[in-house]
C-alpha cells in the first residue's frame, strides 16, 4: 500500500529525512515515533505531496510520486486522509460543511453527502456539533472535526500528525479507539506521534526515526 | 455538484466581503455608464450625420443656348451614374423664380434687368454612401466633362465636416471604449486578487484536501462575473435616470434634446458586457496566481 524506497528530504542543505525505506501493507497502522525534530512530520507530509521528495521513490496505492505529473496531485491527495497537526479547519464555514468539503470537492451528491458526513460525525461522536463552527469547539473536539473529515471520503490511506497532540490523556485514548475502530474496519492508518502511551502494548507496527533515519522498528 | 458549491461559495464571500465588492460593483457600474452614454452620443451624431447627406447636392450650371434636346442629353448622361441618387432640372425661368421668391421685398433690385442673366441649372443628389469628399470630387469632375455643361458646384466643406465628425466620433468611441474596458477588467482583477489573498488560507487547506485547480477557481470566476453582472444592473438604473433626466427635466428649458434617441438595446447587453468583463479580469487574476 505504501512503499519508501531510499527516500531523503533536505532543507537548506540539512538532511532532515536520510534515505528511508520501509512499506506498510494493507489495513496495517503503524506508529512513526521519535523526539521532536526527528522528521516524523516531514515524512507524513512527502506521503501527500506538501513536501517533495529530494532523493528516492514513494508509492501510495497506484500512484508513483516521483513520476507524478502536477495535474494528478489532487488525485493522489484525494486517495489519503490527513488529520493534520494543526487541525486545519475552516473557522468560517460549520463542522458539517468542513467535513462536507472533501465530498463536494470529489463531486459526491449533496444528498449523499448529508448521510455520509452524518456517519462520519457519528463515528467520532460528534454528530450533535454538526452545526457549529470549529472555533466553538475545544481542541478535542476539533481534532475529532478533522478525523471525520479524514475518514468521510473512505480514503486507501489515514495519515495522522500528531493526532492526540493537543489533548487530554482520556480524551486522547478515545481518539486512538476511533483509529483501532477503522481500522478494524479496513483502513490504512499511519501514526506520527511521541506519545508512547498511544501504542505500548498495542501489537502494532512502530517505526523508530531519530534524526532522519530509522533507528529501529519493534511491535508496540 | 462542484458547480452548485461555486456558486454558493462565490455568493458567499460576495456577502463576506460586501464593502469592497460594493466597491467594485459602483465602479464597474460608473465605467459601464460612461460606455452607454458614449453610445448615446455616438448613437445621435450618427442619426444627424446621416441625414447630412440628404441635403447634400452637386449643382451644375448649362451652358446658355443649348437646346432642350440637348439638355435632355445632359441629363439622361447624369441619370445613368451608379452614384446618382436623384436630379432635379432647373430652368433659367424656374431660377429667376426662386430668386424673386427668395428675394422678397428686396426684389426691387431685379426690376431694372432687361433679360434674365441667370444659367439653366441640374441639382443633382448623390447616394448617402457616395458623400465622402473624394467621391463627389470625382462625381463633380466627371460631370464638368460632360458637353454643354459650364460649371459645377458642390458644398465641399459639408462632406468635409460630415467625413471629419463621422470619423472623429468613430475614434474617439473606440477610444473610450477601450480605455474604460480595460478600466472594468482590471477593477475585476484587482478585487478578484484581493479576495484570494484574504482566503489563501482557507485555499491552502482546500488544496490540501484534494480540490483541482478548476475548482479552486470557478468560484473566483463567478465572484468576478457576478461584480460585471451586478455593475451592468446598476448601470442600467444609471442610465435610464439619466436618460428620463434629458428627456423630461432638461427638455424643458432645450426644447432641442427632445429629439434625442436613446439606443435602449445597449442596456439589454450591459450586464452581459459586465460579465464578459469580470470574467476576463478574474481569468487575468487567477491565472497569474500561483494555485
Partial sequence: MITFQNVSKYYDNQTVLKNITFTVQKGEITFITGPSGAGKSTLLKLMYLAESPDEGDIVIGDFHLASLKESQIPYLRRSVGVVFQDFKLINSITVFDNVALTLRIRGVKEREIRDIVSNALKKVHIRHLSDSYPTSLSGGEQQRVVIARAIAAEPLVILADEPTGNLDPNTSIDIIRVFRDLNAQGATIVIATHNRELFKGSGNRVLKLDGGNIAGEEAG | ?291
Fill in chain 2, 1 to 291: 455538484m462542484t458547480f452548485s458549491y461555486s456558486f454558493k461559495s462565490a455568493f458567499k464571500s460576495l456577502c463576506r466581503e460586501k464593502w469592497i465588492n460594493l466597491l467594485s460593483i459602483l465602479t464597474v457600474a460608473s465605467s459601464l455608464l460612461i460606455i452607454t452614454l458614449t453610445a448615446f452620443f455616438l448613437y445621435n451624431v450618427e442619426i444627424i450625420a446621416n441625414s447630412l447627406p440628404e441635403r447634400f447636392s452637386i449643382v451644375s450650371y448649362l451652358k446658355d443656348g443649348l437646346s432642350s434636346e440637348d439638355t435632355q442629353v445632359i441629363i439622361d448622361t447624369i441619370k445613368r451614374r451608379a452614384d446618382i441618387a436623384g436630379l432635379k432640372y432647373i430652368s433659367k425661368e424656374d431660377a429667376l423664380k426662386e430668386l424673386q421668391h427668395t428675394l422678397k421685398d428686396t426684389g426691387y433690385i431685379l426690376e431694372g434687368l432687361t433679360e434674365n442673366p441667370l444659367s439653366s441649372s441640374i441639382e443633382i443628389k448623390l447616394k448617402k454612401d457616395f458623400v465622402t469628399p473624394s467621391s463627389a470630387k470625382h462625381v463633380a469632375g466627371e460631370i464638368k466633362k460632360i458637353e454643354g455643361i459650364d460649371e459645377v458646384y458642390y458644398g465641399e466643406k459639408i462632406a468635409d465636416a460630415i467625413h471629419l465628425l463621422r470619423r472623429s466620433m468613430q475614434n474617439m468611441s473606440v477610444i473610450i471604449f477601450l480605455t474604460i474596458s480595460s478600466g472594468v477588467v482590471f477593477v475585476t482583477y484587482s478585487t478578484v486578487k484581493i479576495l484570494f489573498y484574504r482566503r489563501k488560507q482557507e485555499i491552502e487547506i482546500i488544496k490540501l484536501l484534494g480540490a483541482t485547480k478548476g475548482f479552486l477557481r470557478m468560484p473566483f470566476l463567478i465572484e468576478g462575473g457576478s461584480i460585471g453582472f451586478f455593475g451592468g444592473l446598476i448601470g442600467i438604473i444609471g442610465a435610464l435616470l439619466f436618460y428620463f433626466a434629458v428627456t423630461y427635466r432638461l427638455s424643458m428649458v432645450i426644447p432641442m434634446l427632445k429629439t434625442l434617441l436613446f439606443p435602449f438595446e445597449i442596456l439589454v447587453v450591459l450586464p452581459l458586457i459586465g460579465i464578459i468583463f469580470g470574467i476576463i479580469g478574474s481569468l487575468i487574476a487567477i491565472g497569474r496566481l500561483k494555485l
